[in-house]
């Protein structure tokens, strides 16, 4: 079972940052918070992970809270190639299943 | 960029038939894994491998085997295709150190009919 709650669907405009929530309450010491993306008919694509501080890449910045129980990703400057389904997970470092919940479907809007 | 492909984006195949799906990544990563995703399951872990020659079995083994005769290249094959195996297949690889993110492929739809 997925140890993430995400809100089924958020809608943004486009150009403004979308910010896309997880609960994860019951998160572990040494377990990673993880978000993936899938746009249609594609494979899951990685966009950035953190343990305990905030982390920033290219593609996005992810929030975690000072207790863990909850993160944001950030997509600054969201386009319509943004709209997809958006996986928060969280594993230990070792453990190859991920378990993606039903995910954040995003909608940008024009 | 990692760059994961697979062999085949839509597929169909009859029941009963030997299906052969490969995956070819060109980061020279150790690791790489076989899921198939369906509506209301999500991703579920078909068979990884860590190495050249070895193989572990995911949560849903049966019915399928893997080969890695190369570090770059991972296939599943479907012994005896049945319709309960219709899905979307996807591959993903990662490096040796196991926090570090996994890369998928594009998928591949199999329909057995």
């Known amino acids: 079972d997925a140890k993430t709650t995400q809100p089924t669907s958020m809608d943004c405009a486009e150009g403004r940052a979308a910010n896309l929530p997880c609960n994860h309450s019951t998160i572990s010491g040494n377990e990673y918070v993880y978000w993936y993306r899938q746009i249609h008919s594609q494979g899951p694509q990685y966009i950035i992970h953190?343990?305990?501080n905030n982390e920033t890449n290219e593609m996005a910045s992810l929030i975690i809270t000072e207790d863990r129980k909850s993160s944001t990703l950030i997509l600054p400057h969201a386009t319509l190639r943004d709209t997809a389904v958006y996986y928060c997970?969280?594993?230990?470092?070792?453990?190859?299943?991920?378990?993606f919940g039903k995910g954040t479907r995003l909608h940008i809007l024009p | 960029d990692v760059k994961v492909t697979q062999s085949s984006r839509y597929l169909v195949k009859r029941t009963g038939e030997k299906v052969f799906l490969e995956c070819v990544q060109d980061?020279?990563?150790?690791?790489m894994f076989w899921y198939r995703q369906d509506p209301g399951l999500g991703l579920r872990l078909i068979y990884f491998?860590?190495?050249?020659?070895?193989?572990e079995k995911g949560d849903i083994p049966e019915g399928y085997s893997v080969s890695r005769e190369k570090k770059e290249r991972f296939s599943l094959i479907l012994e005896s295709a049945s319709t309960n195996q219709t899905s979307m297949y996807l591959c993903?690889?990662?490096?040796?150190?196991?926090?570090?993110?996994?890369?998928f492929g594009p998928g591949t739809r199999l329909t057995v009919l």
């Open positions: 980061m020279d990563h150790e690791n």
């Open positions: 953190g343990l305990k």
């Open positions: 993903a690889s990662r490096t040796g150190l196991s926090y570090n993110e996994q890369f």
């Open positions: 997970i969280v594993r230990v470092s070792g453990d190859d299943k991920i378990i």
């Open positions: 491998s860590y190495d050249v020659k070895m193989k």
